[in-house]
């Protein structure tokens, strides 16, 4: 979580600093849809978009047709607060040329790094608390102060690639378990897409969907992010796929298991013997419940559990809701890869009470809880992901009010 607060601080960081920073002076530059962008190895996701085109659609939607007074102050405020100007030495950024933001995990340097191109040119390497220049190229770290030795590993670990970027688009390229794919973030009013290469065929089995599901390769970095002393973090060591419907949750007022989703989830090991592993080390870890065969109590849940195929784990929170028969209804997959449904259920709590308020309370909740219910819903393809918002949305200004919350976080 902590990670995607990071992430998140520094989008809006960035966004927000295009904006204050030669905004006047820039404007009226027209860049070249060719442009030129740094690469890493080592990064789990890079963005890449145009600056002048990207403060031209955030000016025109929250100027002319948002038109929202609280939000336009509560920007001010953000900006007063921040110190990239100061962190950057007055360096002055080139609107015409491309702005990256990266997520880099590596031993020397695992923090979020953005670069962009200086209107001045070093012809030797500059360091800066927060920054190293070379000729024009700056690569800033916001978040943390970067050492020499970080910033000369950068300089030499980056490769540089020939890239189109257009208006109203976003270049990714992201690594997910060492296969590097890359594709677009597009929008347009109320409507928001990621389209990539069209998928390969790969007829899989998964959970037939319903409220918001998610199917897909399991990414072994997020088993990383995960502590070591969360007791559930065994049961997806060895995962290689995952399948999901989720209906959201409710609170109870059980002290061991105060929140009660509601899901049913198919879990696809490596082998047969990783999903035994898998199994015999949540029973361990949780020897006070008492278990039977395919079921144990929670809290005020009795999960359901089966295994479905000599690989395969089934597990939901009400077996008279998502499978009376005893069997999950399953459905094969094109793409092995499929997104759909109502955002909304991830953030959607019933039986909160007082606690509801203080939910409301914490920022980060309150602002992805507002994104999601703003949307419609989320259908996916072989050619990527599209996000429909409900009439009246505008997606530049939902997304940059959810990540100025976070960003104050």
């Given at each position: 979580?902590?990670?995607?607060?990071?992430?998140?601080?520094?989008?809006?960081?960035?966004?927000?600093?295009?904006?204050?920073?030669?905004?006047?002076?820039?404007?009226?530059?027209?860049?070249?849809?060719?442009?030129?962008?740094?690469?890493?190895?080592?990064?789990?996701?890079?963005?890449?978009?145009?600056?002048?085109?990207?403060?031209?659609?955030?000016?025109?939607?929250?100027?002319?047709?948002?038109?929202?007074?609280?939000?336009?102050?509560?920007?001010?405020?953000?900006?007063?607060?921040?110190?990239?100007?100061?962190?950057?030495?007055?360096?002055?950024?080139?609107?015409?040329?491309?702005?990256?933001?990266?997520?880099?995990?590596?031993?020397?340097?695992?923090?979020?790094?953005?670069?962009?191109?200086?209107?001045?040119?070093?012809?030797q390497e500059t360091f800066g608390k927060h920054y190293v220049h070379f000729g024009f190229d700056v690569f800033y770290s916001p978040s943390a102060a970067l050492s020499k030795t970080q910033a000369r590993w950068i300089l030499q670990q980056v490769r540089w690639k020939e890239q189109v970027i257009l208006a109203k688009q976003i270049v990714v390229h992201q690594n997910v378990n060492g296969q590097t794919s890359e594709g677009s973030i597009q929008w347009d009013k109320n409507e928001l897409s990621y389209v990539t290469r069209p998928m390969k065929?790969?007829?899989?089995?998964?959970?037939?969907?319903?409220?918001?599901?998610?199917?897909?390769?399991?990414?072994?970095?997020?088993?990383?992010?995960?502590?070591?002393?969360?007791?559930?973090?065994?049961?997806?060591?060895?995962?290689?796929?995952?399948?999901?419907?989720?209906?959201?949750?409710?609170?109870?007022?059980?002290?061991?298991?105060?929140?009660?989703?509601?899901?049913?989830?198919?879990?696809?090991?490596?082998?047969?013997?990783?999903?035994?592993?898998?199994?015999?080390?949540?029973?361990?870890?949780?020897?006070?419940?008492?278990?039977?065969?395919?079921?144990?109590?929670?809290?005020?849940?009795?999960?359901?559990?089966?295994?479905?195929?000599?690989?395969?784990?089934?597990?939901?929170?009400?077996?008279?809701?998502?499978?009376?028969?005893?069997?999950?209804?399953?459905?094969?997959?094109?793409?092995?890869?499929?997104?759909?449904?109502?955002?909304?259920?991830?953030?959607?709590?019933?039986?909160?009470?007082?606690?509801?308020?203080?939910?409301?309370?914490?920022?980060?909740?309150?602002?992805?809880?507002?994104?999601?219910?703003?949307?419609?819903?989320?259908?996916?393809?072989?050619?990527?992901?599209?996000?429909?918002?409900?009439?009246?949305?505008?997606?530049?200004?939902?997304?940059?009010?959810?990540?100025?919350?976070?960003?104050?976080?």
């Amino acid at each position: 979580m902590n990670r995607v607060k990071e992430i998140v601080f520094v989008l809006a960081l960035g966004i927000l600093f295009i904006l204050t920073v030669q905004l006047t002076l820039s404007i009226s530059e027209k860049p070249s849809t060719n442009q030129r962008i740094p690469l890493f190895q080592e990064a789990t996701f890079e963005l890449s978009a145009q600056p002048v085109s990207l403060v031209k659609e955030l000016l025109t939607t929250e100027l002319f047709q948002v038109k929202n007074q609280a939000f336009l102050n509560q920007l001010r405020q953000f900006r007063s607060s921040n110190r990239s100007a100061n962190q950057l030495d007055g360096i002055d950024i080139d609107m015409s040329q491309a702005m990256s933001f990266m997520l880099l995990d590596a031993k020397v340097f695992s923090k979020v790094l953005i670069h962009f191109r200086a209107k001045q040119e070093a012809e030797q390497e500059t360091f800066g608390k927060h920054y190293v220049h070379f000729g024009f190229d700056v690569f800033y770290s916001p978040s943390a102060a970067l050492s020499k030795t970080q910033a000369r590993w950068i300089l030499q670990q980056v490769r540089w690639k020939e890239q189109v970027i257009l208006a109203k688009q976003i270049v990714v390229h992201q690594n997910v378990n060492g296969q590097t794919s890359e594709g677009s973030i597009q929008w347009d009013k109320n409507e928001l897409s990621y389209v990539t290469r069209p998928m390969k065929t790969n007829q899989t089995l998964i959970l037939s969907p319903r409220f918001f599901h998610y199917s897909n390769q399991f990414p072994k970095k997020v088993l990383n992010a995960i502590p070591t002393e969360l007791s559930l973090r065994c049961l997806l060591e060895s995962l290689n796929r995952i399948s999901l419907n989720y209906d959201g949750g409710k609170l109870t007022e059980d002290e061991q298991f105060p929140f009660a989703p509601s899901f049913e989830v198919l879990l696809e090991y490596e082998n047969p013997q990783a999903m035994e592993r898998a199994v015999s080390n949540v029973q361990s870890n949780f020897d006070s419940l008492e278990w039977k065969e395919q079921e144990v109590s929670l809290g005020s849940q009795l999960i359901f559990f089966k295994r479905t195929s000599t690989k395969t784990l089934y597990i939901c929170s009400d077996k008279a809701q998502f499978c009376p028969s005893g069997n999950p209804n399953l459905t094969r997959c094109q793409t092995g890869f499929l997104c759909q449904g109502d955002l909304g259920r991830l953030t959607s709590i019933k039986n909160t009470g007082w606690a509801g308020l203080v939910l409301d309370m914490i920022p980060a909740f309150r602002a992805s809880k507002e994104l999601f219910d703003g949307t419609k819903e989320i259908k996916s393809s072989k050619e990527g992901i599209e996000i429909i918002f409900k009439p009246g949305k505008e997606v530049l200004h939902e997304l940059l009010k959810t990540l100025v919350v976070y960003g104050q976080e």
